[in-house]
């Protein structure tokens, strides 16, 4: 019978959690509300306020991280933000940043802590799987359209545009309709939007053999 494993010590415990923190590309940061200081974890060379954060970050990124970090000073119970940055080698490098604040009371200023977690492979790979299915895609002879749950399409393939005659409409749903000119089989009765097959298919009903005529 082998002897029970002893408890590690405090400070090997917290040891064994750094060292899964970097294996995981994990950084715990802490903001200082007095001073507006960023903390790390560890000594990784990240910018230590968050306008140095936000002169980092792609244009696109920096009123949603500035908001974002807003949202976890003023008391949001969990918030998570992502953005892309840029570090000194030039490299874009891809994060997700989750946190909340510190002290019960609105009033609190004690700041915010989290975790800021590094996905850049996670977002390489997945750039390079968006590539190969467009690729797929392209030698279709079909039209396909991928739509977001708003109703705004992401993905299209070259099959699909020119069926509709120009490129995919950014638009709420309620619209395809009438920018795309979809009629009934008759080519006159207007279809109704909340009947057509990518409507249908967002609120989770199937659709088979269905006549539309798309005028262009």
């Known amino acids: ?8 010590s405090q400070t090997e ?9 970097a294996v995981s590309k994990i950084t715990v940061w802490e903001f200082d509300g007095c001073t507006g200081d960023i903390r790390y974890q560890r000594p990784d060379s990240y910018p ?20 974002g970090f807003q949202r976890i000073v003023g008391g ?3 918030c998570e ?3 892309r940055a840029i570090d000194s080698d030039g490299m874009i490098r891809n994060y997700i940043l989750r946190g909340h604040k510190q002290g019960a009371e609105p009033d609190d200023n004690l700041g915010a802590m989290g975790v800021l977690i590094d996905v850049t492979a996670s977002a390489q790979r997945y750039g390079e799987q968006y590539r190969a299915l467009e690729r797929v895609l392209s030698t ?5 359209v991928v739509a977001d749950i708003a109703g705004n399409f992401t993905i299209s393939n070259p099959a699909a545009e020119e069926l509709l005659g120009w490129g995919p409409f950014t638009g709420a ?3 395809w309709s009438g920018n795309y000119s979809i009629f009934f089989s008759d080519g006159v009765t207007p279809y109704p939007n909340e009947q057509l097959p990518l409507a249908r298919a967002l609120r989770g009903e199937v659709t088979e053999c269905m006549d539309l005529f798309v005028r262009r």
């Open 13 to 21: 415990e917290q040891e064994c959690i750094a060292r899964a923190l």
């Open 140 to 144: 279709l002879g079909h039209g396909v």
């Open 1 to 8: 019978r082998s002897a029970p494993t002893a408890f590690p």
């Open 48 to 67: 230590s306020t968050v306008d140095g954060w936000v002169n980092t970050l792609y244009p696109d990124d920096q009123e949603r991280f500035r908001q």
């Open 76 to 78: 949001c119970d969990y």
């Open 81 to 83: 933000i992502e953005f």
């Open 173 to 175: 749903n309620d619209d």
